[in-house]
């Protein structure tokens, strides 16, 4: 299942915009999640990508963003406090909620984990929280800092190197640290918990999840990532966070219906099913559920191709299965074909070959890329060929489309 990561923007909690992107399944999102990375890193770090992907495929929509200060979000990091962390996070569920829906699932790395776990009770309808190697006190990143911290604590603020990079850190950041309590947070999440933690994981060790797990009230459950570092570098530790994590959150979302298939249908029966009140359609067809959708600059979600849009697939599709069929048959060396196609309206005027001479008619331009060693008689003929293919047939041919209620 291919997945889509488009540019999403908004308001974050202190006027300043905020830059995301957001993970689209194919189909229709099971649930919406809200990923926060970790201290000083960004949307972009590896584990934010990585875990984000894998969750859309499993039909899980995400919002990874960058804090306040952060990546390409605007602001300044020294003027920011963790308590402005766990804001954002609030400010991208309300985010999601006005454009699309608001999210169950909450996911944070590391001290992104704590700040999760700080933003789940501002967020009613989030049935999950999952933490990637968080700390189980937020003041924990003060270590961090070294020798610096002497400096913060007498003249205010300094500049502290964290992985090859400078930031300005304030006193205000570290007062802020030290008024969390996460043992009580934890206590009263009231929300299902997983948590996610390696071993091996040199940069929070591993007794943070420990007290973490013991502060928290069941339903609770814990993941070893055994050879995971910290920062989840491997594309295949992220893979597996996000398939154990879709799991474990199918026990808290709600079962989504499937469309209903009349039980005498025979073979060929597609149904379309339009529960919402935007464009979005979601797609059965035998074994198959996917979605149609419109563009967001057209008043749709932009969760799924356009209706034209599947119709020019279904015509590429059966053009190169068509093609692949032939080839094989004569035993040619076609070893892959690539159909490119677009659908516009055209004047009847500006086409040399149509019957009709006015007024618009629909033109899908079909090109066609055909790989292996090929004669150019045998390219030729396949050109005739691809004219062949069911769809396109259909395509040409007189059709009429009988509608009534049931």
């Not at 809200?34 to 960004?42: D, E, G, N, Y």
């Not at 309300?94 to 699932?105: G, S």
């Not at 893979?239 to 154990?244: Q, T």
Request: proline share 5%; charged share 25%; with cysteine.
């Amino acid at each position: 299942m291919t997945t889509e990561a488009k540019r999403f923007e908004f308001t974050g909690s202190d006027g300043q915009t905020l830059s995301a992107r957001l993970h689209l399944p194919a189909v229709e999102p099971t649930a919406w999640a809200v990923f926060a990375h970790c201290f000083t890193c960004s949307k972009d770090s590896r584990a934010a990508r990585y875990i984000s992907s894998a969750l859309a495929e499993r039909g899980i929509a995400t919002l990874r963003f960058d804090f306040t200060g952060l990546g390409d979000s605007e602001g300044e990091l020294g003027e920011t406090t963790f308590s402005h962390n766990v804001d954002d996070i609030v400010a991208a569920a309300d985010a999601l909620r006005e454009v699309y829906r608001a999210p169950a699932l909450l996911v944070g790395h590391s001290l992104g984990g704590s700040a999760v776990l700080g933003a789940a009770e501002k967020i009613p309808e989030a049935v999950g929280v999952a933490t990637i190697g968080a700390p189980f006190d937020p003041e924990h990143v003060a270590q961090l800092f070294g020798a610096s911290l002497g400096e913060i604590e007498s003249s205010g603020e300094a500049v502290v190197d964290l992985g090859g990079r400078p930031f300005k850190i304030r006193k205000s950041f570290l007062e802020d640290l030290r008024s969390q309590c996460n043992a009580q947070r934890i206590g009263d999440l009231k929300k299902a918990l997983v948590l996610f933690h390696s071993p091996q994981d040199n940069t929070v060790g591993i007794d943070n999840a420990r007290l973490i797990y013991k502060a928290a009230r069941h339903p609770k459950s814990f993941v070893s990532l055994d050879g995971a570092d910290h920062l989840l570098s491997r594309r295949s530790d992220g893979r597996y966070v996000a398939d154990v994590l879709a799991a474990w959150a199918s026990r808290y979302l709600p079962e989504q219906p499937e469309p209903e298939m009349p039980e005498d249908a025979p073979e060929g029966v597609v149904v379309v099913d339009g529960r919402t009140t935007s464009f979005l359609q979601r797609i059965r067809a035998r074994n198959h559920v996917f979605s149609s959708d419109e563009p967001l600059d057209k008043g749709g979600t932009n969760l799924g191709p356009n209706p034209y849009d599947l119709l020019l697939a279904s015509l590429g599709a059966c053009t190169s299965m068509t093609l692949k069929l032939y080839a094989g048959r004569k035993e040619w060396p076609l070893d892959a074909v690539r159909v490119t196609l677009r659908h516009d309206r055209v004047h009847a005027k500006d086409c040399q070959d149509c019957e009709s001479k006015s007024g618009m008619i629909d033109f899908i331009d079909k090109k066609l890329e055909l790989e292996g060693d090929l004669t150019d008689e045998q390219r030729e003929r396949l050109l005739e060929i691809s004219a062949r293919c069911p769809v396109h047939r259909t395509l040409i041919n007189e059709i009429k489309i009988r509608s009534e209620l049931v």
